[in-house]
């Protein structure tokens, strides 16, 4: 099956999950304080939609269902969902109900403490759901890594980690007192937040101090990496017929240097050859100059072997050596796994969703600088965190992940989101007096205005990622 189809699929029940359970927390706390749902859609359906329960051949079929009280549908736009609560200035914004006098049903007639419930339903159910997720994960698979203390051949950094103070070789053992259980990607945010860093060099800790202005945005950007676990340059396999096969190169070999530049990790190897390519993207580069540049002399030693081969080969008109990577941590080092069972489950696995959530809300400091606002993105760059082949435990993952993020940036304190409710309903109680229709209608067009500009945004980023 296509990657993108796959991904596509993913996304689409990760969503459908997360929009439906949302909303049936919004739902839950409604019908128990006895307040009269008119709509329970998944994805919008402005115009029209794809099914509901109203509809006339399924009131045929089910004619109970033409008087029920709740009208259940999906729609045609993706974007989401929601729940219909009478009484309720809402994205609907049926203002014309807002208009007749206030029945006992409705939502504006329930004292502030229930719809204060009704509210945040949503947000809680979110929570709970990706905690609940990541005990499963933990009971049902467990927890496989590789503790960075067995990461013996240390770690490479670029000049801007070197010029803190890290050199190649190290290992970051510990960040501010606290030990550094493996190696992921969380390494670089405990790093940027970091007052100092303890590595393991030659057997001994050496403590780094860091400066005040680490940037994590920056970190990850930064080409080469700012910091990348050491892995020699040998080749994992070599195709058949390619330039690499001409000149005997082959499973095992070690490349130790490239037109004569030492070699010795493949973020060495990829250096060397994006000098290359950043040649032939110089104006003025002639046919003549590219042929020149297809020639490369590769310097390789086999395994065991005391001495390295010389070989000028050419490369393949898209500037390709023919070589596969051996670049996966598992070539060089053991994981260890670890297996939970249910009661061990349940405090790890909202543990580690906590510091999920913790780390989220950590990051969301640089969506107000530029390189934050060009990382937004929409169903597209939500869509790629999926993986290109169908992966339980990726999928799972990410739906936790998702549905975290969805939580907390419901529960902002902005107009049209649920926060913005909350927000209002919290003052209602401290007051003790309820806003004006008038207000919060108002208000709920700036949220919403907002929210489409937001969109707009994510959109717009999405669509320049794809052209460039």
């Known amino acids: 099956m296509d990657a993108t189809l796959v991904k596509a699929l993913q996304l689409v029940l990760s969503l459908s999950i997360l929009v439906i359970l949302h909303e049936?927390?919004?739902?839950?706390?409604?019908?128990?304080?006895?307040?009269?749902?008119?709509?329970?859609?998944?994805?919008?359906?402005?115009?029209?939609?794809?099914?509901?329960?109203?509809?006339?051949?399924?009131?045929?079929?089910?004619?109970?269902?033409?008087?029920?009280?709740?009208?259940?549908?999906?729609?045609?736009?993706?974007?989401?969902?929601?729940?219909?609560?009478?009484?309720?200035?809402?994205?609907?914004?049926?203002?014309?109900?807002?208009?007749?006098?206030?029945?006992?049903?409705?939502?504006?007639?329930?004292?502030?403490?229930?719809?204060?419930?009704?509210?945040?339903?949503?947000?809680?159910?979110?929570?709970?759901?990706?905690?609940?997720?990541?005990?499963?994960?933990?009971?049902?698979?467990?927890?496989?890594?590789?503790?960075?203390?067995?990461?013996?051949?240390?770690?490479?950094?670029?000049?801007?980690?070197?010029?803190?103070?890290?050199?190649?070789?190290?290992?970051?053992?510990?960040?501010?007192?606290?030990?550094?259980?493996?190696?992921?990607?969380?390494?670089?945010?405990?790093?940027?937040?970091?007052?100092?860093?303890?590595?393991?060099?030659?057997?001994?800790?050496?403590?780094?101090?860091?400066?005040?202005?680490?940037?994590?945005?920056?970190?990850?950007?930064?080409?080469?990496?700012?910091?990348?676990?050491?892995?020699p340059a040998v080749v994992d396999s070599v195709l058949p017929d390619s330039p690499a096969d001409s000149v005997g190169l082959y499973a095992g070999s070690r490349i130790t240097a490239i037109d004569g530049q030492p070699v010795v990790t493949w973020n060495d190897f990829d250096e060397a050859v994006k000098a290359r390519m950043e040649k032939l993207a110089v104006s003025g580069c002639t046919h003549e100059d590219s042929l020149k540049l297809r020639s490369m002399t590769v310097a390789y030693m086999a395994e065991g072997a005391a001495v390295a081969d010389t070989a000028t080969l050419t490369l393949t008109p898209d500037y390709m050596l023919g070589v596969i990577k051996r670049a996966n941590l598992l070539a060089y080092y053991e994981p260890v796994q670890v297996d939970y069972g249910f009661w061990a489950s349940i405090p790890a696995g909202i543990s580690y969703g906590w510091d999920v959530l913790a780390g989220y809300v950590s990051d969301l400091q640089y969506l107000f600088t530029s390189d934050g606002a060009k990382s937004v993105g929409s169903f597209i760059t939500i869509g790629s965190i999926f993986p290109a082949t169908w992966d339980w435990l990726a999928f799972w993952n990410t739906t936790a992940f998702l549905s975290l993020m969805l939580a907390f940036m419901n529960i902002l304190p902005i107009p049209a989101l649920d926060g913005g409710h909350v927000m209002f309903l919290i003052g209602e109680i401290i007051l003790r007096r309820p806003p004006s229709d008038r207000f919060l209608e108002r208000a709920q067009m700036v949220g919403m205005t907002l929210l489409l500009a937001l969109m707009v945004l994510a959109c717009y980023n999405d669509i320049m990622r794809f052209i460039f």
């Open 24 to 231: 049936g927390g919004h739902f839950f706390f409604a019908k128990l304080f006895k307040i009269k749902v008119e709509k329970f859609f998944l994805f919008f359906d402005p115009y029209f939609h794809l099914f509901s329960t109203k509809d006339k051949w399924f009131t045929r079929l089910f004619p109970k269902c033409k008087d029920a009280e709740t009208e259940y549908g999906i729609g045609w736009l993706p974007f989401g969902g929601y729940v219909k609560i009478a009484g309720m200035i809402d994205e609907s914004m049926d203002t014309e109900q807002m208009k007749k006098p206030v029945q006992p049903w409705e939502f504006r007639a329930k004292p502030a403490w229930q719809r204060l419930f009704v509210m945040i339903g949503g947000v809680l159910v979110n929570f709970l759901l990706a905690l609940f997720i990541y005990v499963m994960i933990l009971f049902a698979w467990g927890e496989k890594y590789i503790p960075i203390q067995d990461m013996s051949m240390g770690f490479q950094f670029n000049e801007q980690a070197q010029a803190i103070g890290f050199r190649n070789g190290d290992i970051p053992v510990a960040v501010d007192g606290e030990s550094i259980k493996k190696w992921d990607g969380t390494l670089y945010r405990s790093i940027s937040e970091a007052h100092e860093v303890t590595v393991l060099r030659d057997g001994r800790e050496v403590a780094l101090a860091m400066p005040a202005d680490m940037n994590m945005l920056e970190m990850l950007k930064s080409n080469p990496p700012f910091l990348i676990p050491f892995m």
